[in-house]
């Protein structure tokens, strides 16, 4: 009888830097057990590493786990992480949450760390039926002035594409 653990095998093989080899143990644990056990504890590893692994119905059950928790506090992270894998559906809940609550999202200071193609979306998100709301509009627009200052040289080169997202016939001309 071979004294090996599933443990012990794992930490032989090279992994992805974002993919712990005891997720993986946990990971392998469920799918053949058929007993998955996603948990705030756990989800982030799960998504992670059955998005990695290809493995639908884990990715399916964690992204629905993960959907039925977004909120305002943290829809931005949620957003941007289904933008990254794929996920439709929580893609899907967290725009919802994004046009719902879309003056109170520029109060997120995460904002300001992500990437173009993110607020790109988030900015476009928020715009859909709300064309006409000028104060929207202002924030929109003075927030993208801020995302643009926090890291000025590297992001210039993005702000015509922002404003082209921003009605900027809207603003008042006595400003």
């Excluded at 909120?71 to 992270?77: A, D, F, G, M, R």
């Excluded at 992480?81 to 046009?99: A, C, D, G, V």
């Excluded at 998100?125 to 040289?153: A, C, P, R, S």
Aim: negative net charge.
């Amino acid at each position: 009888m071979l004294d090996c653990s599933f443990e012990k095998i794992l930490r032989s093989i090279e992994f992805e830097k974002s993919v712990n080899p005891k997720n993986y143990q946990e990971l392998l644990d469920s799918v053949y057990e058929t007993v998955n056990k996603i948990t705030p504890r756990n989800v982030f590893s799960s998504v992670f590493t059955s998005h990695i692994l290809d493995i639908q119905k884990l990715l399916e059950e964690s992204e629905h786990f993960l959907s039925s928790e977004v909120s305002l506090k943290n829809v931005v992270e949620f957003y941007v992480l289904s933008l990254n894998l794929n996920l439709q559906n929580l893609k899907r809940i967290s725009e919802q949450i994004i046009r719902k609550e879309n003056r109170k999202i520029f109060e997120n200071n995460k904002l300001l760390s992500l990437k173009f193609e993110e607020i790109n979306a988030i900015l476009k998100e928020i715009k859909i039926g709300n064309e006409n709301d000028k104060v929207l509009n202002e924030k929109m627009f003075y927030f993208v002035t801020l995302w643009v200052e926090e890291d000025f040289q590297s992001r210039e080169h993005f702000l015509p594409n922002l404003l082209q997202i921003l009605p900027l016939h809207e603003f008042s001309q006595d400003r």
